[in-house]
């Protein structure tokens, strides 16, 4: 018997969901108005009467204060009368749907005999009946996991999946002609490049049969872009130079010739890791989610950050983490919404989409997300990127890991099911207006108790020596982690002894399925009793898989029955190199025209109010940004708590002083003009981020995360190898090493023949060390008389800066660092704010030194007045007001404190740009002429208003 | 006089457990971290402590509800063992998803003919972290000793007090449980956003029961035991204590220790 319980907001409590459903129907532009109530429930299954279902819903499932319950039995669903039309909403078959989990277990408890349940919302709608197909696929439901039914619920149970009849599956290859195999490779969804459809070929000819269909999915996961990272680690091609491994001769290398002693593991685990103090290490790690969260915005943020979580839980031995980052880059989300190709999703619910998963994922894990950054800009309408990174602490030591022959494979966490299948290869290609109905299986749902549990678990395991290696099951799922952990030895599995959420799984997706929160161990055999009792006292699933033997072979197994059996040699070192070319014509310089006006005022408010610069806060809030109470400086700071911090600060061990600064660089709009250039300034924005508040610019770790267009067009593969360069002459430069990186290729869309693809993308994070917190700063003005000054030289760079953006002007000079003399500015700066000689410090960013007062002003509650002097007349106002030139500071000093902190900057740029006043106004003149003069008010509602939501 | 030994306990997805036991430690208490499992295992092995926490975090998931499900855990095996522990004198701290769970296993506000209670969802609809300033009532709880406003940080999306009957929320405030509520910046009890983050009426953000032992807060004061935690440390200077730490002390000291 299937019951549908209803629950709805009692009389008197408001309808938050159906208010927000509205809401987002008006925002989207859908044609109006909507009336929509919501209402929650459960369809429960098994043979109950009604008093039982009564007594689940008000033992557990309704709260009596603020709602009320109706129930249908089965044969009362057609029976509906509604004046307004019906949506019910709920998981598709298979989807993971934590709650009916947690419902099917407590009402077990209670001793119902409840046999299934599914979570189900229902709308009552009331609208323009045309639009409501709109209001459905936009608003209500995603139809990649989710599937809407208007009218009577037609179902009388709920689907259970059917069982799986063993079968191995063979596909012929060998002999086969080119098209034939880009078919099965193209049908398949193996995504396998004819060079290397071939080299398997030849492989399985050498052993005299055809490959099975899991083999073949091992192969193409492996040789995945997204594992293997092909391109960038192939030959290159770039305008008649031969380049082998651009990682290796750039990122990686440049770390390397540093030859620094504080790195522990780099470029070598799931995370990077770094000395922090006598006792410990700690690691970082940031990854895209991009394909995923393009087509459902929710699910994939929040498996985006679960899955970097569980990059420094696979790190070493298990590092705890202790706080996240997230970027996101979206098109402005006040693009009209009548302007979407198909299969986009609006900015504004995507932005609203991965706010929500980040904030579900992160929070629920009990991390603080401590740090981020938000890019609008009309080329990543479809193809959104969600960068999440995580920060973990790990005892030293227990930075390196090892796999010994017999140890047993042990995957612990969640079960496996069919979600994410295809994830690894699907984020190695393009998206088209069918990506959304194709690739709906690559979507994970993810469930952050579970790795919660997971997490408590391996610590625990950790400290108690019960296992030798771990590893995360990412893209790939299984055959990625066992695959990867048992390279150098060999592995057995038996794929039929893993836990699955349903039944009718082949072997096949079971070794592929990306389901979520899983870990996978190498447990010494004397362990494995000892760490299944662990597991078991926590409420978390722990299976022997198989073993690691000295085989070099993987071999598959399903009953007994082999079902794959590779060479490891083959499935690693195998794939052809791929040779890719790359050319790089640089844009033809251009002046820009500079306009003849005394007053700048209004172009601050617009640039205040651009996607980039204005106030996350709405973003911010949502995040819990200080549990585990090691935030000491939040991401919003000043007297209100409502300012834009450079780097937030957290203090990785209790008791300690020493801390940690996160912080980020990204400017795509720099990266259109040169990436070279831009390269150059991220790095640069990253670390003078964290230099701001305090960090030794000498223990400022970085990593790289590349997002570029298709790189099989060699200019576009041109653009990334001139970045890649400017990230290494940087780093070098600053002696800032990368210690990790990740890329994302193919972000780019085609529809009716026609290709939108982002601009170049590259995120560095950065993580530095600060000796002891006490000296950090903020970046809120604290003091009226106070001195303002200005560190770092100003250059008439304003090509691709915000005030050409907001100005609608083209051309100018992309900003540059200046290499020899950054790193002199940087290590002044922390000598003068370790001295406590600064009162706040804002780095120069996004709209130059214009933005950088008035937020320091807004933030403070205070005022300020700035003056150029003759020395500066040289320079047009726009230039001095608005450039973008790195490596700048604005400084707030005491009067007594100027002439010991500017003998720190002997030799360096450094000059006083103005004081602190306590009238609520920003001033700034240039000789005679006043460029800007607004009130904080203005400042700050232009500032505010836009992600006021 | 022995340290009172403080339980923390930890359930799947309570995530404050280690900064709550840290309080403990820091006001003069031990403190120990239990799972539930072990909890429900051996009921009794709540005689050995004084003290239990509930931290904050998102137990089970708080699916089906905030708290619910291991409110529900609670009541069926450890009603016993915890009527024992709070008749010889035991003190019982929820924060946040612990106050939840309080609440929803009906300890809180525990006194007879109030109705139901619940916290639900805020007026702002989403999960929320911010700054709040509040101002305690003292005279009932040992956890509250004075009307010194204190600032904590709130994070959550479900912190909103509802009472089932019209007139209970005046009954606990005359009974004197009401014993923390939101103010503004002039110390006047907030019923407006954002100064009270989720719209409870009467401002409630801490509540203990009829003999005060058991008390439930929704912001954290395990979040503010040291200077550094206050959002402004920058412009005000360190040499204040951080005012979560009170609360564990005074309940320390309320054990004689």
Not at chain 1, 351 to 379: E, S
Not at chain 1, 786 to 800: A, I
Request: charged share 25%; with cysteine.
């Amino acid at each position: 018997m299937l019951w549908h319980l209803q629950i709805d907001p009692a009389p008197g409590q408001l309808d938050l969901a159906g208010r927000r459903i509205a809401a987002d129907a008006a925002e989207l532009g859908l044609p109006g108005p909507w009336t929509v109530g919501a209402s929650r429930g459960f369809l429960i299954e098994g043979p109950l009467d009604r008093p039982s279902v009564t007594r689940a819903a008000e033992a557990v499932l309704v709260d009596p204060v603020v709602e009320t319950y109706s129930m249908r039995g089965v044969d009362e669903f057609q029976a509906v009368a509604s004046s307004s039309t019906v949506v019910h909403v709920l998981p598709k078959p298979g989807v993971t749907d934590p709650e009916a989990e947690s419902a099917l277990a407590l009402l077990r408890d209670l001793g119902l005999a409840v046999e299934n349940v599914r979570t189900i919302r229902t709308y009552r709608v009331e609208g323009p009946e045309a639009s409501l197909p709109r209001l459905i696929g936009r608003v209500l439901a995603n139809d990649a996991v989710e599937q809407a039914v208007v009218g009577p619920l037609p179902f009388d149970r709920l689907g259970q999946g059917t069982s799986y009849r063993f079968a191995r599956v063979e596909v012929p290859i060998l002999g086969k002609s080119d098209a034939e195999l880009l078919d099965i490779s193209r049908k398949g969804q193996l995504h396998f490049s004819l060079a290397e459809f071939r080299a398997v070929e030849r492989y399985f000819e050498e052993l005299g049969r055809e490959p099975t269909d899991c083999e073949l999915e091992t192969l193409a996961q492996t040789w995945s872009e997204h594992c293997s990272h092909k391109t960038l680690r192939g030959r290159i091609e770039f305008d008649g130079r031969a380049i082998d491994n651009l990682l290796k001769q750039t990122i990686f290398g440049a770390t390397q010739r540093m030859g620094l002693d504080w790195l522990v593991s780099v470029f070598a685990d799931n995370a990077g890791v770094v000395r922090f103090d006598e006792d410990y290490d700690v690691c970082f790690k940031v990854e895209t989610h991009n394909h995923p969260s393009a087509i459902d915005p929710y699910g994939g943020a929040n498996t985006g950050l679960g899955g970097v979580i569980r990059d420094p839980m696979g790190t070493g031995l298990g590092a705890k983490p202790i706080c996240n980052t997230d970027v996101f880059c979206v098109a402005p989300p006040d693009t009209p919404a009548d302007s979407l190709p198909a299969g986009v999703l609006h900015p504004r619910r995507i932005l609203k989409g991965i706010v929500a998963g980040v904030r579900d994922y992160g929070n629920r894990m009990g991390i603080p997300t401590v740090n981020g950054a938000l890019v609008g800009h009309p080329a990543y309408l479809a193809n959104p990127l969600v960068f999440c990174g995580t920060v973990g602490l790990i005892p030293r030591g227990m930075s390196t890991k090892s796999v010994e022959p017999g140890d047993r494979i042990v995957a612990i966490g969640g079960r496996t099911g069919r979600d994410g299948i295809h994830g690894a290869t699907f984020s190695s290609v393009e998206l088209t207006s069918e990506s959304e109905s194709i690739s709906g299986g690559a979507v994970q749902i993810g469930n952050a108790i579970t790795e919660k549990m997971v997490l408590d678990v391996v610590l625990q395991a950790r400290d108690r020596g019960l296992f030798r290696s771990i590893t995360d099951c990412g893209a790939g799922g299984f055959s990625s982690a066992v695959g990867e952990m048992g390279a150098e030895l060999g592995a057995e599995v038996d794929l039929d002894r893993a836990p699955l959420k349903y039944e009718g799984l082949s072997y096949t997706e079971i070794w592929i399925s990306e389901a979520q929160e899983r870990m996978v161990l190498a447990v010494p055999p004397e362990k494995w009793a000892e760490l299944r009792a662990l597991c078991e006292s926590e409420g978390v699933e722990a299976t022997d898989l198989g073993r690691f033997v000295d085989t070099g072979r993987l071999t598959l197994k399903y009953h007994g029955e082999v079902v794959g059996d590779l060479s490891m040699h083959f499935l690693h070192d195998g794939r052809p190199a791929v040779i890719r070319k790359a050319t790089f014509t640089p844009v033809e310089p251009k002046p820009l025209e500079l306009p003849n006006q005394a007053d700048y005022t209004k172009d601050l408010l617009d640039i205040l109010g651009t996607w980039d610069v204005c106030s996350k806060e709405w973003i911010v809030r949502q995040y819990d940004h200080e549990v585990q109470a090691r935030t000491v400086v939040k991401p919003l700071v000043g007297v209100l708590d409502d300012g834009p911090g450079d780097a937030s600060v957290v203090l990785p061990v209790a008791g300690s002083m020493r801390g940690l600064a996160i912080s980020c660089g990204i400017n795509p709009r720099h990266g259109l003009i040169d990436p070279y250039a831009m390269a150059g300034c991220v790095i640069d924005e990253a670390v003078r981020n964290c230099v701001a508040v305090g960090a030794d610019p000498d223990r400022i770790a970085i990593l790289d995360n590349f997002c570029w267009g298709n790189t099989e067009r060699p200019e576009t593969l041109g653009s990334l190898v001139r970045a890649a360069e400017g990230c290494r002459d940087v780093a070098l430069a600053y002696g800032t090493p990368f210690i990790s990186g990740k890329d994302s290729l193919y972000n780019e869309y085609t529809h009716e023949g026609k290709s939108l693809a982002i601009p170049p993308t590259l995120l560095i994070s950065a993580m530095g060390q600060i000796p002891d917190v006490r000296k950090c700063v903020t970046m809120d003005l604290k003091e009226a008389g106070n001195l303002l000054l200005l560190v770092g030289e100003t250059r008439d760079e304003l090509g691709g800066s915000h005030w050409a953006m907001v100005r609608g002007l083209e051309g100018g000079d992309v900003p540059r660092v200046d290499p020899e003399t950054a790193p002199r500015i940087f290590r002044a700066l922390y000598s003068a704010i370790s001295r406590g000689l600064v009162r706040s410090c804002h780095d120069l960013s996004e709209g130059g030194l214009a933005v950088a007062l008035a937020e320091m002003a807004l933030a403070g509650g205070l005022g300020l007045e700035a003056g150029f002097g003759l020395d500066h007349s040289s320079s047009h106002p726009a230039s001095l007001l608005f450039s973008e030139s790195p490596t700048r500071f604005v400084l707030e000093v005491r009067p007594d404190a100027v002439a010991e902190l500017r003998s720190l900057f002997e030799g360096l740029p450094i000059g006083e740009v103005g004081t602190v006043t306590d009238t609520p106004r920003l001033v700034v003149r240039h000789s005679e002429t006043t460029l800007i003069d607004a009130p904080l008010s203005a400042l700050k509602e232009a500032w505010q208003a836009p992600l006021r939501w | 006089m022995p340290k009172p030994r403080a339980l923390v306990l930890r359930a799947p997805g309570t995530n404050c457990d280690e900064e709550t036991a840290f309080a403990w430690r820091l006001a003069g208490a031990e403190a120990e971290t239990w799972h539930i499992g072990r909890v429900l295992g051996s009921p009794d092995g709540l005689d050995s402590f004084q003290i239990l926490t509930l931290p904050g975090g998102f137990s089970y998931g708080d699916d089906l509800g905030s708290g619910k499900i291991l409110a529900s855990r609670l009541g069926t095996v450890l009603g016993d063992p915890l009527r024992r522990f709070l008749d010889r004198g035991g003190l019982v701290l929820g924060i946040c998803n612990g106050f939840q769970v309080l609440v929803k296993a009906g300890l809180l506000p525990g006194a007879a003919g109030l109705g139901h209670a619940t916290l639900t969802f805020n007026d702002s609809g989403h999960f929320e972290s911010r700054w709040s300033r509040l101002i305690p009532t003292p005279g009932l709880s040992p956890f509250l000793l004075d009307d010194e406003p204190i600032e904590l940080p709130v994070a959550h999306g479900e912190g909103k007090f509802v009472l089932a009957e019209d007139d209970a929320l005046a009954r606990l405030e005359s009974a004197g449980q009401v014993v923390l509520r939101y103010a503004d910046e002039s110390g006047r009890v907030a019923s407006t956003y954002p100064a009270n983050p989720n719209g409870s009426p009467g401002a409630v953000a801490g509540l203990c029961d009829p003999t005060g032992r058991v008390f439930g807060l929704m912001p954290h004061p395990e979040r503010h035991v040291d200077p550094l935690h206050h959002p402004r440390w920058t412009r005000r200077g360190l040499d204040r204590e951080g005012d979560g730490l009170r609360i564990f002390r005074n309940a320390v000291r309320a054990l004689g220790a």
